[in-house]
């Protein structure tokens, strides 16, 4: 994938931009005069931290002309920004905002358009059962090859999310069925433990696809049926970023190939991964013994301390101002931990 650099180092090779999906309305509730859920409001605060790149909607710019697009991502470009742009739906029954989202990106001078399959969260497909999953992810093959025609046309890859729904090898297995060279997967480092995987054991699987990363962390928090997960910045939670995105940036290389990511601190409520009931489990393909292990593992090591409160500032129903705070705490203090380890430049590139 094209990649926008920002500064040469050797101390790292991904482009790290900011998604859009780290914030909440909390800003825009606030009265605040940058909001991240504008595309130039993300796109001022993506600069602040010298992030290479801004990831958004593509119904942001539904409205807007074709020229607008195009001037919006010139100006990115100038600025030696990329953009990325999200979309998702039920495609089994209409695959026309992916199809929309490409042409979005395809104005935007977008490379990519990251996309979600379901509305599943914390791995639990109980309501589908085993036989209507397969049947749900088998109806979207069809729709999917008539969406990657389209994207193959203007050079625009699709990143299917692990949007808490999907594990490794039911990614692996839609995107050969799919057989595209442009579709593959927006790895969201945080959300394989929502599927009972660790993110080295999902990055080993799905490398040979992959198009984009989510940076995200989360801080675990027990229970009598699992573990709840919560945001939190990167490097205060469970994901080894040095170890991850070393493992990344070694088989990238190998391959002769590039990668760009995107903080992305997701979901503002936490989610209860319910890894202990043998039900949970009925959904998933049989996989090696060994993965679920090595995630219950990490998660148990990761565990805080049973009488710390596991809610976030928007669960208490805080005020729309420390919610937006706590938001941009957030990813300062991510930024801060990727350059302390090195991942991205130790002097801001702000403009």
Known sequence: ???CD???SDSYSMNIGLCAWSFTSSHAEAGRALNPHDPDGLRRLAQQHGLAAIE????????????????????????????????????AKDISS????IDVAADIGATLVRTTLSRVVEGDRRKFGREGWVAHLNGLVEPLKRAMSHADDHA???????????????????????????????????????VGETPESFVTRIMPILKHVHLKDYQVHPTNQGFRLKRCPLGEGIVDWV????????RTAASGTSVAGCIELGASTTRHIRIFNEDWWGTFP???????????????RAARPADEDWRTPHEREESALLRADYELEQIRR???????VELLPAVSTQR
Request: hydrophobic letters at 45%; proline letters at 2%; one cysteine or more.
């Open 1 to 3: 994938m094209p990649s």
């Open 6 to 8: 920002l500064t040469e």
């Open 56 to 91: 958004g909607a593509s119904a942001w710019f539904a409205d807007w002309s074709q020229e607008r697009r195009q001037e919006f991502g010139a100006m990115l470009a100038a600025d030696g920004m990329g953009v990325f742009v999200d979309t998702g739906a039920d495609y």
């Open 98 to 101: 992916l199809l929309t989202a």
């Open 156 to 194: 625009i890859a699709v990143g299917i999310e692990n949007h808490q729904d999907l594990c490794s090898h039911e990614l692996v297995e839609l995107a050969e069925a799919v057989s595209s060279d442009g579709l593959g997967v927006t790895l969201d480092c945080g959300n394989t433990y929502a």
């Open 243 to 250: 170890q991850l995105l070393g493992q990344i940036d070694a």
């Open 286 to 300: 049989d996989r090696p013994f060994h993965e679920g292990l090595n995630a219950i593992a990490d998660l148990h």
């Open 334 to 340: 991510s930024v801060e931990h990727l350059r302390q």
